[in-house]
């Protein structure tokens, strides 16, 4: 009886290792948020702190081709937090949209984008925090969320770097007010929300006002005299931006509603602190 039972609690004590094991390789990348004063919505990746950062004045640079020529990177510096999006660069075309960047809001898609270059984005810019936003398919974090992976291999590739996640509640939160402010619901109208969309959110979050530079309003692209761009200020040649906002608006399934969110943001410049520069969209303020 004695060697039955030892034999019973070695079984025991195998099982309970082999259940740890599996559950240690299956949660490999989950962590318990640790608790702090920041944005529940963002938490970083190697720590599960919230994002923390708060900034009076913020300069959010579109990466439309409208900064072309804009010869505003001197009057961007001097905002106290610089956003950008996806792997929009910088060098180069320092004269039109700076040097600084605060925090860059990036797409599941552009973070291969950020990685082929890694040496520069989180090592020579360590300083700047990432936030990234994608679909859980993407994103999960037990081992088969194919991007967030990929960011957790950066995260200890790189310990200074700022990596953080939207998590899938503030994606959710983002899904409903474009449902309160359009009246359709964002997967039942084949749409996907943009970078911007996310981005725009994000500085209504961090920021006291808001100064958005080369982002044109609803009503530019009807415009008979509106002026040809590229879609992004790095890519020449490619498909020009109205365009490329026609094509995405008309889209029945997959496409992004551009010109919709443009006008959402109109309402919300005309409520909060939130300027429009380059083009100016001076004539939309007035729209409650």
Not at 230 to 251: F, L, N, S, V
Request: aromatic content about 12%.
């Amino acid at each position: 009886m004695k060697t039955l039972r030892l034999l019973w609690i070695g079984l025991g004590i195998a099982t309970t290792l082999a259940i740890l094991f599996c559950y240690s390789h299956v949660t490999k990348h989950m962590w318990t948020p640790v608790p702090n004063n920041g944005l529940h919505g963002y938490i970083r990746i190697s720590t599960g702190q919230y994002l923390d950062i708060h900034c009076k004045q913020c300069a959010l640079v579109s990466s439309s081709g409208q900064m072309l020529k804009a010869r505003k990177g001197n009057e961007i510096d001097q905002a106290d937090c610089v956003i950008r999006m996806n792997n929009a660069p910088t060098v180069n075309y320092e004269s039109d949209v700076g040097s600084k960047t605060t925090v860059r809001m990036v797409s599941h898609t552009s973070v291969p984008l950020l990685i082929k270059n890694d040496t520069y984005f989180f090592r020579q810019s360590a300083d700047t925090v990432y936030i990234i936003w994608g679909p859980e398919r993407n994103m999960r974090q037990d081992g088969k969320g194919r991007i967030f992976n990929a960011l957790w291999k950066i995260a200890r590739k790189y310990p200074r770097a700022k990596l953080y996640t939207m998590t899938r509640e503030r994606i959710l939160y983002c899904d409903n007010i474009f449902q309160n402010e359009t009246g359709r619901n964002r997967m039942k109208s084949g749409a996907y929300l943009s970078t911007g969309f996310f981005t725009m959110v994000l500085a209504m979050d961090i920021c006291d006002n808001i100064l958005v530079y080369g982002m044109i309003d609803d009503s530019y692209c009807s415009q008979a005299n509106y002026s040809t761009v590229p879609y992004h200020y790095y890519e020449k040649g490619r498909m020009d931006e109205c365009r490329m906002y026609r094509a995405h608006e008309r889209a029945p399934r997959g496409g992004h509603r551009f010109i919709t969110e443009k006008a959402i943001f109109a309402r919300w410049a005309a409520r909060k602190h939130m300027t429009f520069s380059h083009p100016s969209w001076t004539d939309k303020k007035s729209v409650s």
